[in-house]
């Protein structure tokens, strides 16, 4: 099975690199960067406090880039969006629709999704998706 990085994934990455931490992937595991994600992340850079934040942040991207790929939001995904949309608000346990979009591209993939130590409770709540954690 492959896995869709969150942002929260990409974030611990970047933050254990910083402090010298290495983070172990399976590499026989296909990973991807929803389109969505992709985006936050650019938000990341551009949003960075210094210019030199900034530039290391844009390296690190392009490596992730590179080792994942990006994946379109297609309309199969949109499917997938309205469906895991609906789910959670016929429960009333929403969450946040960059998240949803996020949610869909794994499912609409077949895929499971890597996040961070914090933002893993939201996804729990998408029934039949794999929540894996950064460690």
Do not use: C
């Not at 994934?9 to 969505?36: F, Y």
């Not at 379109?72 to 946040?96: K, V």
């Amino acid at each position: 099975m492959g896995l869709v990085l969150d942002t929260s994934a990409i974030i611990s990455m970047e933050r254990a690199l910083g402090d010298g931490r290495q983070i172990e992937l399976n590499e026989t595991e296909e990973l991807v960067i929803p389109a969505i994600v992709w985006a936050e992340a650019l938000a990341g850079v551009r949003l960075a406090d210094s210019a030199m934040r900034a530039a290391r942040r844009s390296v690190f991207l392009e490596k992730v880039r590179r080792m994942a790929g990006i994946e379109p939001y297609t309309a199969e995904t949109a499917e997938h969006h309205a469906d895991i949309f609906a789910e959670l608000s016929a429960r009333g346990a929403m969450i946040p629709q960059n998240d949803i979009a996020v949610a869909a591209t794994a499912r609409s993939l077949g895929f499971g999704v890597l996040v961070g130590p914090k933002d893993e409770a939201h996804f729990r709540r998408i029934e039949g998706l794999e929540v894996r954690v950064l460690g």
